[in-house]
């Protein structure tokens, strides 16, 4: 028997143990190839995929801070502009009272000082009157209180005189 003639027999037992060894070979072998395999792949493009949606997560949250921390800044300057305003209208306010009690204490004193220098006038007329006419009485020899008084010459030349 040649290369060209087989043995049938052999031929038989050898396509047999082939498939046999194939079989074992698909059921056993294969399968945790293709696991091992896919447990590589899941390593490999799998890590870079759950680095991608982390990646895009943390993306994500730092937008999402971004704008919080843009409205935050947006919301201080708010507040910042209205206690300016308020610090103004509140000095102004503080202002435009403090000129009306100015006034009012102006307008007080100069309503002082007028009945002051109104009293103080009649008393220095009636001190002046009285001291002009000692003195006449002293330079004349002779007591004139009661002529002044009978004629009214005092209140005469007070009277005559622009205040």
Known sequence: MGPLQP???ELVL?????????????????PRIERVLAERHDATEGRLARAEQARAEAERTADELAERLAAARHEAAAVRQRATEEAAALLAAARA??????????????ARIAVD???????????????????????????LADFAAERGTVERYFADRPA
């Open 7 to 9: 043995n049938p027999a």
């Open 14 to 30: 050898g396509l047999c143990l082939f498939f046999a060894l194939f079989a074992v070979l698909g059921v056993v072998l294969l």
């Open 97 to 110: 009272e403090g000129i009306r009690q100015r006034e009012e204490l102006v307008a007080e004193a100069h």
């Open 117 to 143: 220098r109104a009293l103080a006038e009649i008393e220095l007329r009636a001190e002046v009157g009285a001291l002009s006419v000692e003195l006449a009485s002293r330079v004349v020899g002779e007591p």
